[in-house]
């Protein structure tokens, strides 16, 4: 394929004409991508990358059915949803279908930001409350209304920059956070902070609309929240008049294999109030989606002010979210992203016991994270390492991103197509690569004795079997890996209830 410009001229006129702050990815030497297909892009030259970060490409890039059924919509009209059309009731039904009964009135919008954006507005509405309980670390959004809820953003602004409506809770992270793998119900406590968080606000004669949080944490560090946390927050914030946002921008659409959403991971008897959604919902198309409660929506309703958005929920988009739904199901991408999920953690867990940098592996799914530490025992983070193996695995045309408050967690997230062989060629040469640093820094590469010396796998020939990947391994981190699951070891050290996948 010819280039309009050269790799250099690219960069010098985006420099030029796009705003400094919209930065690359590699900035000591980005990328200049022209085409994707699956797991895979390809650069200027050919160069062929595996692609482990992707989710927007959720069924894979530039899949022909989704290409065709946008193709074949455009042909024949797209226009705003003021006009009846049977693509947009027909996606409705199809996506509150994978929902609980409840939620089931959608509004078609066209980014994560705007998504979450609107959510913000429906909260407030509902009871006539205003203030937003985040968690830390939180990313929700770029637009003004999100930034202020986003401590991962807000928080790089200076320390008076949180404002008076914005209740920031502790993470529910049980590898780094407040309470930890050893604590006898990190939920509950988790909880409880939001509780106190709830009275010292009413103590202050201020009303909570909202407690917004992702199902799974991503770009504030790959966290998995203790099974049952969710539930006792959503009791605390409803007794509060508040409703709960649950964002699957990042996580949604059977990434978690098992589950549909990955609030499902927390288990049947809980219910979001409000879900948004985004990325994977279009597969590159930009759409998003807000469903909530019929009395949620009929609140919103109750102003008088009309909602309208020119481009949510139009033929196209619509077209493109039905066609993206049934290639997760026609490919069974939820049982994919089981299989291979389950594997990479495998493999990885493998790492942990390996090398000194590997503190911590998490997951659930296709969506998992290496936390890397300088030191087992303290949990320091390896953010330049972290950094150091980014580049190297793009050398090795691999491309990995690094993430969390401290920027030390590699994040996988790869398009649902990924296979059992690209997840062994990607820890493979992680593996060489971290062997490489540890040598190199005189970290000493021993047989992780210091901490979870329980964690055992499977033995290599029935591991590599997509049948072998036991599905109740699903979702494992510093604590759950000790869990009984019939690959780790039998012995229990953590007494809260471990994630059902
Ligand atoms: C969890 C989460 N919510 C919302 C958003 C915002 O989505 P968008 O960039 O499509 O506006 C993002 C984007 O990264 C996100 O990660």
């Given at each position: 394929?010819?280039?309009?410009?050269?790799?250099?001229?690219?960069?010098?006129?985006?420099?030029?004409?796009?705003?400094?702050?919209?930065?690359?990815?590699?900035?000591?030497?980005?990328?200049?991508?022209?085409?994707?297909?699956?797991?895979?892009?390809?650069?200027?030259?050919?160069?062929?990358?595996?692609?482990?970060?992707?989710?927007?490409?959720?069924?894979?890039?530039?899949?022909?059915?989704?290409?065709?059924?946008?193709?074949?919509?455009?042909?024949?009209?797209?226009?705003?949803?003021?006009?009846?059309?049977?693509?947009?009731?027909?996606?409705?039904?199809?996506?509150?279908?994978?929902?609980?009964?409840?939620?089931?009135?959608?509004?078609?919008?066209?980014?994560?930001?705007?998504?979450?954006?609107?959510?913000?507005?429906?909260?407030?509405?509902?009871?006539?409350?205003?203030d937003?309980i985040?968690?830390?670390?939180?990313?929700?959004?770029?637009?003004?209304?999100?930034?202020?809820?986003?401590?991962?953003?807000?928080?790089?602004?200076?320390?008076?920059?949180?404002?008076?409506?914005?209740h920031v809770a502790p993470?529910?992270?049980?590898?780094?956070?407040k309470y930890?793998?050893?604590?006898?119900?990190?939920?509950s406590a988790y909880a409880e902070e939001v509780k106190k968080i709830i009275e010292e606000t009413q103590k202050n004669?201020r009303?909570i609309?909202?407690f917004?949080?992702?199902?799974?944490?991503?770009?504030?560090?790959?966290?998995?929240?203790?099974?049952?946390?969710?539930?006792k927050v959503?009791?605390y914030v409803?007794a509060a008049?508040?409703?709960?946002?649950?964002?699957?921008?990042?996580?949604?659409?059977?990434?978690?294999?098992?589950?549909?959403?990955?609030?499902?991971?927390?288990?049947?008897?809980?219910?979001?109030?409000?879900?948004?959604?985004?990325?994977?919902?279009?597969?590159?198309?930009?759409?998003?989606?807000?469903?909530?409660?019929?009395?949620?929506?009929?609140?919103?309703?109750?102003?008088?002010?009309?909602?309208?958005?020119?481009?949510?929920?139009?033929?196209?988009?619509?077209?493109?979210?039905?066609?993206?739904?049934?290639?997760?199901?026609?490919?069974?991408?939820?049982?994919?992203?089981?299989?291979?999920?389950?594997?990479?953690?495998?493999?990885?867990?493998?790492?942990?016991?390996?090398?000194?940098?590997?503190?911590?592996?998490?997951?659930?799914?296709?969506?998992?994270?290496?936390?890397?530490?300088?030191?087992?025992?303290?949990?320091?983070?390896?953010?330049?390492?972290?950094?150091?193996?980014?580049?190297?695995?793009?050398?090795?045309?691999?491309?990995?991103?690094?993430?969390?408050?401290?920027?030390?967690?590699?994040?996988?997230?790869?398009?649902?197509?990924?296979?059992?062989?690209?997840?062994?060629?990607?820890?493979?040469?992680?593996?060489?690569?971290?062997?490489?640093?540890?040598?190199?820094?005189?970290?000493?590469?021993?047989?992780?004795?210091?901490?979870?010396?329980?964690?055992?796998?499977?033995?290599?020939?029935?591991?590599?079997?997509?049948?072998?990947?036991?599905?109740?391994?699903?979702?494992?981190?510093?604590?759950?890996?000790?869990?009984?699951?019939?690959?780790?070891?039998?012995?229990?050290?953590?007494?809260?209830?471990?994630?059902?996948?």
């Open positions: 394929m010819e280039e309009l410009y050269s790799k250099a001229e690219t960069l010098a006129l985006r420099r030029k004409h796009i705003g400094p702050s919209c930065k690359v990815f590699y900035a000591k030497d980005p990328l200049k991508i022209i085409r994707a297909q699956g797991q895979y892009m390809f650069d200027e030259k050919g160069e062929k990358y595996l692609d482990c970060i992707n989710n927007v490409a959720h069924v894979g890039h530039s899949h022909p059915y989704v290409i065709k059924a946008a193709t074949k919509q455009m042909e024949l009209l797209n226009t705003n949803s003021r006009f009846l059309h049977d693509n947009l009731v027909q996606y409705a039904q199809r996506l509150t279908a994978t929902l609980p009964e409840k939620l089931s009135v959608c509004y078609f919008v066209n980014s994560g930001s705007e998504a979450n954006d609107l959510a913000l507005r429906l909260a407030r509405q509902y009871r006539g409350h205003q937003v985040t968690l830390e670390n939180a990313y929700h959004g770029h637009v003004t209304s999100l930034i202020d809820i986003s401590p991962y953003k807000f928080n790089q602004l200076g320390k008076d920059s949180k404002k008076e409506y914005v993470s529910p992270d049980i590898y780094r956070g930890r793998e050893d604590h006898p119900d990190p939920a004669g009303k609309a909202a917004i949080a992702e199902s799974m944490q991503s770009c504030g560090g790959q966290v998995i929240p203790p099974v049952g946390y969710f539930q959503a009791e409803r008049g508040g409703v709960f946002i649950a964002d699957e921008v990042q996580v949604g659409f059977g990434r978690v294999g098992k589950h549909f959403w990955a609030f499902q991971l927390q288990g049947e008897d809980f219910v979001p109030d409000i879900v948004t959604m985004g990325k994977p919902i279009g597969n590159g198309h930009p759409m998003s989606c807000v469903v909530t409660t019929r009395e949620i929506a009929e609140g919103f309703g109750a102003s008088g002010l009309e909602y309208f958005n020119t481009f949510g929920g139009n033929p196209v988009s619509c077209a493109i979210g039905l066609a993206v739904l049934d290639v997760i199901e026609k490919e069974d991408l939820q049982g994919n992203a089981t299989r291979v999920g389950n594997y990479l953690l495998e493999l990885l867990a493998e790492q942990k016991d390996k090398h000194p940098l590997v503190g911590d592996i998490r997951g659930v799914g296709l969506f998992v994270g290496v936390d890397l530490v300088k030191d087992k025992q303290k949990r320091t983070p390896a953010t330049a390492e972290a950094l150091h193996l980014i580049y190297k695995l793009k050398e090795h045309r691999i491309l990995l991103s690094a993430d969390g408050p401290y920027r030390n967690i590699l994040k996988f997230k790869p398009p649902m197509c990924f296979t059992m062989e690209d997840a062994k060629h990607a820890v493979e040469t992680l593996d060489a690569l971290l062997t490489e640093l540890e040598e190199a820094t005189g970290m000493k590469s021993e047989n992780n004795a210091s901490t979870n010396v329980q964690c055992k796998r499977k033995t290599t020939e029935e591991s590599s079997q997509p049948e072998g990947a036991s599905e109740s391994n699903g979702h494992m981190n510093g604590a759950a890996c000790r869990q009984e699951n019939g690959i780790y070891s039998k012995k229990r050290s953590v007494p809260s209830k471990r994630i059902r996948t």
